[in-house]
């Protein structure tokens, strides 16, 4: 095979007339030649930090729609899967990815659970690292979370660092906010990515140090107008990330809509391709070609360098995308599911208090962190109740694993002003999370969840809408198309709610990650990030 275009030559920096000679899934040569092809070929788009599970989707049908974007690999991290199945979650992972031609690179995830603090459904532990750090699919050693484990020197934490520096596997981080001398321990540590920055000083200090940093554009956390003024100066080491994106983001773009955005600021379009297509294929080892002769042909076609619109992808030669039709071809999958907990009562979501005052969680638009603020609570017939004229919620954490009484909180800014909304894609450990404006409606859109074994819904009296997500309890069994026009729908009901949030599932979905600070809920209780500590619902 033969393809003509202008060849974006990144590591050299200059663009020419150029045609591509493919033989068996590999580049055999690139030379200058003469013809009138004004589209741009460049190395495919890599996804430096994701969760493939947030989209919903198994990672066969993920494909599909990424290819459409020019995303040819991705740097992925099935911690979500593996919180709900253990290692068996991630074998699961590889093995439907390999299906595809996409090239999926997965890492083994470090901390499941994130804390002892919730209930998943499984444990990892430093042995099994062991085990999934020997396997060849698995390229790094995921995210850290337990960032106080590295600085107090837990040794199960310490040991599953060590067996990726055995296994010469890089070790990627999670450090929201770690400054000054805490950041440099976990540095120390062999940790060597951050994709949690949301400062443009936090970035800075953490490149400063040596780290790569990952500019993170997904569904709820959006840190790119923050941190892309570091690009210019630092574009050797960052990198481009989604982390979790829905499967109606999917649909609209990826990798590529950054790349533009990065274009329209005025930054030099070389050193954007080095962080959205170069850095991440160093940095983890990847298998993937980088436009050069001897490389595995993966590589795009683009109509212009400005809005990078993708006319082709090819992947090891394969042409698995052009004008809009993905060639990714469907595959069957099974459904293994961990939900072990009957239907709920109304009782179950009730609260007796006499408190006059509570703590609530403010979630905050497009970021994962939360504060802590304190309210006038709502009481009716000695019960606490939500409060919708000042958009003080009841909110519940249902563990999926075990029949135990639902965790209660109350939240500020998902503005619902009737109904309930509920999902079991809550990280880190998947269980069922929902906000909703009385208790029946709370109750009735837990039930609807546990009937359907995951998913996510919105429900208003006896409107019900849902997703059902059988696939672990949070990825879905239809193809991306299918779920993303149901997940939109849902998603417009819930903002018809009152909702204002961009992205309300999203944000939902990360009302239970107590890793990142401050005020969060576990199935155990409310939780602040700060003191790493359980804390009162009621103050007195």
């Known amino acids: 095979m033969q393809i003509q275009g202008q060849i974006v030559d990144i590591q050299n920096k200059r663009i020419y007339a150029g045609e591509i000679t493919v033989s068996n899934g590999k580049i055999v040569s690139i030379v200058e030649a003469t013809h ?101 699919d698995i390229y790094y050693l995921s995210e850290m979370m337990n960032y106080p484990g590295v600085l107090f020197d837990d040794k199960e934490v310490l040991k599953k660092i060590e067996w990726a520096k055995q296994y010469r596997k890089p070790v990627d981080g999670h450090a929201p906010a770690l400054r000054g001398e805490p950041i440099k321990k976990y540095i120390a540590a062999g940790i060597t990515t951050d994709h949690e920055c949301f400062t443009f000083d936090e970035a800075e200090e953490k490149l400063s140090l040596g780290m790569k940093v990952l500019v993170r554009e997904g569904s709820a956390a959006k840190n790119f107008e ?79 360098l400005v809005h990078f619109k993708v006319k082709q992808t090819y992947i090891n030669g394969e042409l698995v995308a052009e004008n809009g039709m993905s060639f990714v071809k469907h595959i069957p999958f099974e459904t293994p599911n961990n939900f072990k907990i009957t239907a709920k009562e109304l009782a179950d979501f009730e609260l007796t208090s006499s408190a ?43 563990n999926r694993y075990q029949n135990t009484k639902p965790a209660i909180a109350f939240i500020k800014n998902f503005g619902l002003k009737k109904g309930a ?34 998913g996510i819904c919105a429900v208003n009296g006896i409107d019900k809408k849902s997703l059902a997500l059988p696939v672990a309890g949070i990825m879905s069994d239809k193809d991306g198309w299918q779920t993303g026009k149901l997940y939109q729908e849902i998603d417009t009901i819930t903002k018809e709610l009152g909702s204002n949030l961009k992205a309300p599932f999203m944000t939902l979905s990360f009302m239970a990650l107590l890793v990142i600070p401050d005020l969060k809920l576990s199935d155990k209780g409310l939780f ?13």
């Open 36 to 136: 009138d092809v004004q589209n741009y070929i460049l190395p495919g788009f890599i996804d430096a930090h994701i969760h493939i599970e947030s989209s919903m989707l198994v990672p066969s049908e993920f494909a599909k729609i990424a290819v459409l974007h020019g995303t040819v690999a991705t740097i992925s991290d099935p911690h979500e899967i593996a919180n709900v199945l253990g290692k068996e979650g991630v074998y699961y992972m590889i093995e439907n990815g390999k299906k595809t031609p996409f090239k999926f690179h997965f890492g083994a995830p470090s901390c499941v659970p994130a804390t002892s603090f919730e209930t998943a459904g499984a444990i990892i532990d430093s042995d099994e690292i062991k085990e999934l750090m020997a396997n060849p």
């Open 421 to 454: 909304i509920a999902s079991s894609v809550a990280h880190d450990c998947h269980n069922i999370v929902v906000v909703g404006t009385t208790d029946e409606e709370i109750l009735n859109a837990v039930n609807l969840i546990i009937g359907n074994k995951g």
């Open 528 to 540: 602040s990030g700060n003191s790493f500590s359980f804390v009162d619902l009621e103050i007195k």
């Open 226 to 304: 923050a941190l892309i003024d570091l690009l210019p100066r630092n574009y050797e080491n960052m990198m481009f990330c989604s982390d979790d994106k829905h499967p109606d983001d999917l649909i609209l773009g990826h990798i590529n809509l950054l790349c533009a955005r990065a274009v329209a600021k005025g930054f030099d379009v070389f050193k954007i391709l080095q962080v959205a297509c170069v850095n991440p294929v160093h940095h983890y080892k990847m298998n993937v070609g980088l436009l050069q002769e001897n490389d595995a042909a993966d590589f795009i076609v683009v109509e212009d």
């Open 356 to 398: 006059s005052k509570i703590r609530v969680i403010e979630a905050l638009e497009g970021q994962l962190i939360t504060n802590e603020i304190h309210h006038q609570s709502l009481i009716v017939d000695g019960k606490l109740v939500s409060d919708t004229e000042n958009d003080i919620l009841k909110m519940a954490v249902v």
